[in-house]
């Protein structure tokens, strides 16, 4: 699925759901595409969403979904995923999630540090989350979800931040990641490559909510500095 328009041609509505499945027998030529939405195009929120259509979104397999919309955050979950999805979002392409935004991949999830994303809550899900000091070629060889100096930006004005990964989330080189508000970092293990690391928001939990599989812990050098009014550690081993 590819969504290809610009500024002056949005894509809108009180909710956009866009959702696909991996092509696990080879058999669609346009699967390769997964879920992109190419550079310079735009989805937004965009009038009045029920309250009463808020519900919760379950997904068995591996794919792709990404949601804007002017409802609640909606808890969702998937299962039976075995790495394979992809959701690509281009340089310079809006994402105005208005009072949601979900951007979830059972595998890659690639997103231009370009891209503008906002909501009041944005959720991004992938494989992996990748938090690095590098940029440009360096950044985008690393795995899963990546997010530098630029693409943290990203996020700066949403009042809730949840990064989740169906595996780990892993910090390359010394980063210094601040977020404005509250953001809940979910994963089944956390790895450094031995760098110094700081996270800093008035609210920050540490959780595993999609149930990702812990890996076996190792020695290191690397540094953790967690600066915070409120620190929870919440759902998940």
């Keep these: 699925m590819v969504v290809s328009n610009d500024g002056n041609t949005s894509l809108k509505g009180p909710e956009i759901l866009l959702v696909t499945k991996t092509d696990a027998r080879g058999t669609d030529p346009n699967a390769a595409n997964g879920l992109r939405v190419d550079a310079g195009a735009s989805i937004a929120a965009e009038g009045d969403y029920p309250a009463a259509k808020d519900q919760p979104i379950a997904i068995t397999g591996d794919g792709a979904l990404l949601r804007v919309s002017n409802g609640a955050m909606a808890p969702l979950t998937r299962t039976g995923g075995t790495g394979a999805g992809l959701l690509t979002v281009g340089v310079g392409a809006t994402l105005a999630g208005g009072q949601a935004l979900t951007l979830d991949s059972s595998g890659n999830l690639k997103v231009d540090p370009s891209a503008v994303l906002s909501a009041k809550a944005i959720t991004a899900d992938g494989s992996a989350i990748t938090f690095t000091n590098a940029g440009g ?13 630029e693409g943290l930006a990203q996020f700066a004005n949403a009042q809730q931040v949840t990064l989740r990964s169906y595996g780990a989330i892993g910090f390359v080189g010394d980063v210094n990641a601040t977020f404005g508000n509250s953001v809940d970092l979910s994963a089944g293990t956390f790895t450094s490559d031995g760098g110094h690391v700081t996270l800093t928001a008035p609210q920050i939990a540490f959780t595993n909510e999609a149930g990702a599989p812990n890996a076996t812990s190792t020695t290191g050098n690397g540094t953790l500095t967690v600066n915070a009014k409120e620190i929870d550690f919440g759902a998940g081993t």
């Design 137 to 149: 070629a360096a950044a985008a060889n690393l795995p899963g979800f990546v997010i530098d100096p």
